[in-house]
């Protein structure tokens, strides 16, 4: 029998079958729309990943406090500090010794020593709670990978002067931010000289404000004089950066008279942090698409199922078609193209539902973890769709094989006797 009869034969039956059929194809349908969505949702965010995290500084490594059994978390370049880092709690905060020890390692380039907190700020009658940086004018102009929108640097003699980052300056106020406008930071007033452009990212100043670090101290609570939230250091070598963390360390632990045990602070690159972030964001993948993969063997029994009645109202017709002299593998091959064209169908409307819904994501706005904002980034590739389709075909006429083979080994005199 030619392919072309058994193709045509395969679709007339899933033709008069079509509620059942279609009720097997919606399993599928749902089960490849949350394969493309969830594959496409995990390339995005190691996109993200990869382009924040990458825009971060090659050649920067952060110590902060916090080590030993507590987990810390990440804080970028100047002006790229997220939040309150996790600390032990008996953790000591950075001093200024620990900057003169720093100094010492071969290497170095520079180093900037930030205070940070979170303080409140009034603009025309409205109230924010924004996270506040301060650093040292001149290093962080040349440590800081963010860009200015508007408006001018922190220079040395400035003191009651800050740099907006881009999210507070556009979204945080009815009426947005711009250069020389005066806010309060908790009851001080301060003129705005410059607007970083948006960059997004872990760790982003999108939602930062940067003052000078004497500023810093006097706005924010419970900061101590000779005391800092985070030291970077900037590599005068890339290629040095592992030998300066490991030889910074090694000296930090030796002034502070601790072991790998007791260590209170923590130290990391961005390079590290990104191949932590990037692990992460492969195992949440990982396990969603799993959940997603689910679905499709639902699917896939629904398919076996609709397999198996089908060849039971053929019963007959099987019969029939084997006693004009059709063989065993014709009969396997109608069924085994009617489950594949069933795993086609749904494959081809759950790739235009997965991408729709992938499509639409990034239009809700809806941030992911902590992107500065920026929107839910998703990816779709022709080989991801090519391989949806491929799956779902190949998990229609897998769900097949049972139902076909036994519908290939029915004798024609017990086929033609069953009613």
């Given at each position: 029998?030619?392919?072309?009869k ?7 039956i ?5 509620l059942?059929s279609?009720l ?31 825009g971060l ?9 916090g080590?030993?059994r507590?987990?810390?978390?990440f804080r970028?370049?100047p002006?790229?500090?997220q ?14 010794k620990?900057v003169?020890?720093?100094q ?20 025309l ?25 508007s408006?001018?640097?922190?220079g040395?003699?400035?003191y009651n002067?800050?740099?907006?980052g ?25 003129r ?30 419970d ?23 490991e ?35 492969q195992?949440i ?90 929107g839910?980034t998703?990816?779709i590739?022709?080989?991801?769709l090519?391989?949806a ?31």
């Amino acid at each position: 029998m030619k392919v072309r009869k058994s193709l045509r034969l395969a679709v007339n039956i899933l033709v008069h079958s079509k509620l059942r059929s279609w009720l097997t194809i919606i399993g599928i349908v749902i089960g490849i729309a949350a394969v493309v969505a969830i594959v496409s949702i995990g390339a995005g965010l190691q996109q993200d990943v990869e382009s924040h995290l990458g825009g971060l500084g090659a050649d920067l490594i952060t110590i902060s406090p916090g080590g030993g059994r507590a987990s810390a978390g990440f804080r970028g370049p100047p002006g790229h500090e997220q939040g309150s880092t996790a600390t032990s709690t008996d953790a000591e905060n950075l001093t200024k010794k620990d900057v003169q020890v720093l100094q010492s390692v071969d290497g170095v380039a520079l180093i900037q020593a930030t205070v940070s907190g979170q303080g409140e700020v009034y603009y025309l009658g409205e109230k924010a709670s924004v996270s506040i940086e301060g650093v040292d004018p001149l290093v962080w102009k040349e440590m800081t990978t963010s860009e200015l929108a508007s408006g001018r640097f922190l220079g040395p003699s400035d003191y009651n002067v800050v740099i907006v980052g881009n999210s507070i300056a556009e979204n945080t106020f009815k009426q947005p931010l711009t250069v020389n406008r005066m806010i309060t930071i908790e009851d001080k007033p301060f003129r705005i000289v410059g607007i970083l452009q948006e960059s997004g990212g872990f760790g982003g100043d999108d939602r930062s404000i940067i003052m000078p670090i004497d500023a810093a101290r006097d706005t924010l609570e419970d900061v101590g004089e000779e005391e800092f939230d985070s030291i970077t250091i900037k590599a005068a070598n890339t290629d040095d950066v592992e030998q300066i963390m490991e030889e910074a360390e090694q000296k930090l632990l030796i002034s502070r008279h601790l072991t790998e045990d007791t260590k209170d602070f923590r130290i990391s690159s961005s390079q590290s942090t990104l191949e932590t972030m990037s692990d992460i964001t492969q195992t949440i993948s990982s396990f969603l698409t799993a959940i997603a993969a689910v679905s499709l063997l639902v699917g896939s029994v629904g398919i076996a199922n609709t397999m198996f009645t089908s060849v039971l109202e053929k019963t007959k017709e099987i019969g029939i078609m084997k006693a004009i002299g059709a063989k065993n593998g014709d009969i396997m091959m109608i069924f085994l193209l009617n489950s594949a064209i069933v795993g086609l169908v749904g494959g081809l409307l759950g790739i235009g539902l997965g991408t729709g819904i992938s499509s639409l994501l990034p239009l809700l706005g809806m941030g992911i973890m902590g992107m500065g904002g920026a929107g839910m980034t998703t990816v779709i590739t022709p080989l991801l769709l090519i391989g949806a389709l491929l799956l779902s075909m190949g998990i229609g006429m897998a769900a097949g094989v049972i139902p076909a083979y036994r519908a290939s080994k029915l004798k024609p005199v017990d086929a033609l006797r069953y009613e």
